[in-house]
């Protein structure tokens, strides 16, 4: 299923995105809300209004808002980085859980846990399905993961280094070049995000340890600085979000290979373990 970033959106640019979905599929999509956006609320309106099937919340408690969305029909996903969110999410009543690991590319949790330690003990903590993401992108971590107990997986650097995603092509390119240790996390102390080390990168953590203030590492972080890579292109000065699985990702691919390829994959894996 593929989900749009409705994080990354304004109001309207969300209900385009929807009714583009909707024109191109009939099959079931998701819309992932930060819920600390102070409109949250209304973009789980759009959301439900446009069509979308499923709702992953991330960044706040999904309590305030799963009834209404479930309610409306709609399946609710939370995302979390460890047990203990991820608990309060099954608590407020969420459908599925995505234990994502620090691995993962983006936002990553203050814990810094890995998602082979984090997925497991999560399973083990609730009964309903738990999703993992953080770190795959063939058909080795997809049965990983469900060896680790998760019932499926989610991927976002790999489907960024995909020709249908709406990325810049040097954005894509960043994630091609990249091996096992080019991301690196800044802004620890106020959202972890992890991001190929480029000159911006290098710049806050120096401005970290040279003690910035909160409202100067804002301006160095954030939306702006995302769009600045993902859209215009400028992969020194804009935050380019990947996962250290970048470094398997060695060409672009459709989504449709990239899915079939692990699943054909994972086939032949599981029979072969099974020996
Ligand atoms: C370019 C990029 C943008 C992302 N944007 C979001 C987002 O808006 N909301 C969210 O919950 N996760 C976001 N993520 C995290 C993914 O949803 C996913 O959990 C993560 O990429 C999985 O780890 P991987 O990068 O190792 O595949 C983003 C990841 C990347 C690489």
């Not at 969300?14 to 600390?36: D, G």
């Not at 102390?189 to 953590?205: D, F, H, Y």
């Not at 909160?214 to 939306?223: H, S, V």
Request: overall charge neutral; some cysteine.
């Amino acid at each position: 299923m593929g989900t749009l970033a409705g994080g990354s959106m304004m109001t309207d640019e969300l209900r385009q995105e929807i009714s583009l979905v909707k024109e191109k599929t009939k099959k079931p999509f998701c819309v992932n809300i930060p819920l600390l956006r102070p409109d949250a609320e209304e973009l789980i309106d759009i959301s439900i209004d446009g069509g979308a099937n499923v709702i992953a919340t991330s960044a706040g408690n999904p309590k305030k808002f799963t009834k209404k969305i479930k309610d409306a029909g709609l399946k609710v996903i939370h995302v979390s980085p460890n047990v203990k969110l991820a608990m309060k999410g099954a608590g407020a009543g969420v459908d599925a859980l995505v234990s994502e690991g620090v691995e993962a590319g983006g936002h990553n949790g203050f814990d810094e846990i890995t998602t082979m330690a984090l997925v497991p003990q999560v399973v083990d903590k609730v009964d309903i399905p738990v999703i993992a993401a953080g770190g795959i992108a063939d058909s080795r971590g997809f049965v990983a993961a469900l060896a680790l107990g998760a019932e499926g997986v989610q991927m976002g650097t790999r489907f960024v280094a995909t020709f249908e995603a709406k990325a810049h092509k040097n954005f894509k390119d960043a994630i091609l070049k990249a091996t096992d240790n080019s991301t690196i996390i800044t802004a620890r102390t106020l959202g972890p995000t992890r991001c190929i080390k480029n000159a911006l990168s290098e710049k806050i953590l120096k401005a970290e340890k040279g003690g910035i203030t909160t409202e100067e590492l804002l301006e160095m972080i954030g939306e702006g600085r995302s769009r600045k890579a993902a859209v215009d292109g400028d992969c020194d000065e804009g935050t380019v979000y990947s996962g250290q699985i970048g470094g398997l990702i060695n060409e672009l691919r459709s989504s449709k290979e990239v899915i079939e390829d692990i699943i054909e994959g994972a086939k032949v894996l599981v029979k072969t373990l099974a020996k």
